[in-house]
């Protein structure tokens, strides 16, 4: 009978071992998984932030307002700007 018994232990650890390593190996694979996106997403992050820092410098715009619309816009005073009232 206490063969048994011990028998009966040493098959419940290794079953039990087995199904722990198991569910442990699925929860690397899913936070490796998880890093690796994190990983692309900052990079993605960093470069449409490097994007938006170069395309909203003062030198950028002026350059781009020169080359895409050329004479299309023309300084103003703004004493010159009224207020126009549509409820007459």
Known sequence: MKKYIILFGIIFLIITTSIVKSSTRQLEKKIFILEEEVKILEEK?????????????PERLIGLKEKIFKNKFFPINPKDIKKIDYNE
């Open 45 to 57: 992050y960093d470069f449409f932030l490097l994007e938006n820092d170069y395309l909203t410098t």
